[in-house]
């Protein structure tokens, strides 16, 4: 059974830095794209970032110059690092992936989601 688990959510006030990480653990032979997608209170889940295995990346303009999304293929680990943070960043983020296990079977995952407010 594969999970992805993130963390590093937390309070911080507009401008602030929060880092947040999703491991992924289980039988896992293979990760391909990773990714973050975040759901804001009324709102619907939307895609923050996205890296390929070979780290290429894709940002929602809302984010782009502010949040870095990174992958660590040994520890089966994405990272979001997310600075100068405003109020409407403030949502639950979702870490995402595709995984292939070892059995074969490709799918894709999603963590329980990790809750960011940013606020004064």
């Known amino acids: 059974q594969v999970q992805l688990v993130e963390s590093g959510g937390d309070f911080v006030q507009p401008g602030g830095s929060l880092r947040l990480s999703c491991a992924a653990s289980g039988s896992i032979f293979i990760i391909n794209t990773m990714g973050w997608y975040r759901q804001a209170p009324g709102q619907q889940r939307e895609l923050v970032a996205t890296?390929?295995?070979?780290?290429?990346?894709n940002y929602a303009d809302s984010v782009k110059g502010r949040f870095t999304i990174s992958r660590d293929n040994a520890k089966n680990t994405v990272y979001l690092q997310m600075n100068s943070l405003k109020p409407e960043d403030t949502a639950v983020y979702y870490c995402?992936?595709?995984?292939?296990?070892?059995?074969?079977?490709?799918?894709?995952?999603w963590g329980k989601g990790t809750l960011v407010t940013v606020s004064s």
């Open positions: 890296i390929t295995r070979s780290s290429t990346t």
């Open positions: 995402n992936a595709h995984i292939i296990a070892r059995s074969g079977y490709g799918m894709e995952y």
